[in-house]
């Protein structure tokens, strides 16, 4: 174990296994042991812990944590002052944001947030909703639910639920209705207040949200390698979209360039018949782990 050491929150739950798989396209490999909340973490810089991500916020404000990933929505309920170091939209765990909606049943009257004054309301995100419609002046009353949250209408316990959804499709099969959406969320890496401002801590989580954003951006990002005709290049070139411009260089034989790119995975069906046809020859698609 080195010397210093960043203790790190690992979410657990939906976000786990995609969170490992980030870290280790991010250069850092876990291993998680059966029943274990204490993974290996090949970095003696670094000593992992799996907890609730609805928790995740209160470890790191309280110093048990020096950072962790959890989503902004937990951070909200919590109401925890911690530091927002980077934004990480987990393309991999979902296409769609995730969105805490106020849904009521299909032939509610209820159409407005303030047709829900004096109703009572059910959700896993209680502080948060309670403080979003004390902000507004509408007195509702506001209980815990533990999971299948829109059956509490079906079962007449509570007037309208506020869930988490990305389509939108279970709310709708369950009978109910989205007639608002209270926010957006996302997991987000944060640090505690105090190791932000330790200058040897700080730096290790500011490598961590390089690396990761890093990896987050390569996702469905692909490289592509290509020789090409001197001739052919300008025509070669204007097919190519890039992050920047190609990379090109000159090969040991004569007339001939290696042209190189970055592009997104859903162009290259397109892009690769269009290539061969103005004269590239030898095209090399290669999958990125990091785009910096």
């Known amino acids: 174990m080195g010397e210093r050491v960043l203790k790190f929150g690992i ?69 925890s002052q911690v530091v927002a170091v980077a934004d990480l939209v987990y393309s991999k765990v979902s296409r769609r944001p995730a969105r805490w909606v106020l849904a009521v049943p299909a032939e509610s009257n209820i159409k407005t947030l303030e047709d829900l004054q ?79 401002e330790d200058p040897w801590k700080r730096k290790k989580i500011e490598q961590l949200a390089l690396l990761l954003q890093g990896a987050l951006r390569a996702d469905r990002m692909v490289g592509l390698k290509m020789n090409v ?17 190609p990379t090109i260089s000159r090969l040991y034989q004569e007339g001939w360039y290696a042209v190189e790119t970055v592009i997104s995975e859903g162009e290259v069906r397109e892009l690769i018949p269009k290539l061969i046809e103005a004269g590239a020859q030898g095209i090399i698609e290669y999958s990125l782990n990091k785009v910096i």
């Open 118 to 196: 004096g109703k009572k309301i059910a959700t896993e995100l209680v502080n948060f909703t309670k403080r979003y419609f004390a902000e507004r002046g509408i007195e509702v009353e506001v209980s815990f639910s533990w999971g299948a949250t829109e059956a509490k209408v079906v079962q007449g316990l509570a007037d309208a639920v506020v869930e988490v959804t990305e389509t939108g499709s279970t709310i709708k099969a369950h009978g109910l209705k989205i007639i608002h959406e209270l926010m957006v969320t996302h997991p987000q890496l944060i640090a505690n207040p105090q190791a932000w």
């Open 11 to 79: 979410p657990k739950g939906s976000l786990e296994k995609a969170t490992i798989e980030l870290l280790e396209k991010s250069g850092w490999r876990v291993k998680v042991h059966h029943r274990s909340y204490f993974p290996e973490i090949d970095d003696p810089e670094m000593e992992a812990v799996i907890c609730r991500a609805q928790e995740m916020s209160r470890y790191v404000e309280g110093g048990i944590l020096d950072a962790g990933i959890t989503g902004k929505d937990w951070i909200l309920e919590n109401d």
């Open 229 to 245: 005709a001197e001739k052919d290049l300008d025509r070669i070139v204007k097919l190519l979209p890039s992050l920047t411009a």
